[in-house]
């Protein structure tokens, strides 16, 4: 049976690398005996978590190309390089191999680039979840693959949880929302719980009622296909306990989960180069009182109100001039009151 099974690589054995191989385990996709990871020498516990499930796990990144059929890029972002770089410098390596990179923000032509030019390419954002196989992953595919390889992508992925489809200038998004979301989540779980220990309840009951409670709470989003805020009106009766609850919620929380959104949006962008290193940065947030009072200083990268993801480096390059005329950006706007859309905005 194990002869049927594709055999999987993986570059970098961490966390994400787990989560899919213990995923792809679960699912009857692979065998331990069918995966192979490679780990840096340093990272004696990602290799021995390979091993223990059964796994070859190496300290080299060339043979796991090698014996694999489908190769997980899963190496922290700024190491893509290096690692990618190992394979397109071995001699007569055979690499007309399938590449899934689950690498924030390197981009499928940074990748294409960066593997022997046989190599079929997709990108991946996946999320953590995939452990327990309720990820969210979404996948790009590069200019060499095939509806083959686009399938066989979705089938892995969707063995560890949903999967879709998208294009790539989605993924800086949809890596604010969902590769980085569970965290989130995770906070939203402990403070529930803590307000909850706070009134009394034992720690490990508040726990298990706030994670069943978010996954509940989401099952009934997904499942229904009703409006979240349908499915909240639902729940709050007239001056009831909910409703009091709501009030403080829609004063603080709202607006900053939106806004933290925004916020990785903005930190994302192509890494895995010397370019993350370098001014300008990628994206530009722009405190509003700019516009009012010429504030330079308050140019902030990852932090302020305004955004403009289109015109990033040109608002750098005016700005950096000191901007003496008249200046017109569309910008995206999310200001105090809250997100607006798409506006024009101009200095005096
Ligand atoms: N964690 C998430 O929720 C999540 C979600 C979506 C996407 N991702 C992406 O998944 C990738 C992996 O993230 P992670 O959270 O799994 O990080 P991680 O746990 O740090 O895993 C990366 C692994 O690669 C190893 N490594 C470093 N240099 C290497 C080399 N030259 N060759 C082979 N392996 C090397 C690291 O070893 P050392 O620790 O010794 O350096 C580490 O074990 C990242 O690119 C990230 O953007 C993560």
Redesign the pocket.
Known sequence: MTSNLLKIGF???????QAMAKGFISAGLAKGETMIS???P??VA?AKAFKDLGAESLFE?VPVVEKSDVIIV????S?VP??LGDIKNAPDIKADKLFLS???GVTIKQLEQYLPKECRVVRV????PALVRSGASVFVTGSKATDRDAQLTKKLLKSVGTCEQVTENLLDAITALS?SG?AYIYILIESLADGGVKMGLPRDLAYRLASQTVLGAAQMVRDTNVHPGVLKDDVTSAAGSTAAGLHVLEQKVRAWMEWQIVVVFMKCGPVGTAAHTDPPPQRVLINTSLFKGFSFWKLLCGGGWLQSANLQRLIWKELKGKLAQQFHFSCCARFKEGIVNTTTYKSN
Not at 11 to 17: D, N
Not at 125 to 128: A, E, F, G, K, L
């Open positions: 570059i970098g054995g961490g966390k994400m690398a490679s780990c840096h340093s990272d990602s990144n899963s190496v922290k972002p190491v290096i690692a689950i690498a924030m954002m996946p999320n953590i590769g569970p």
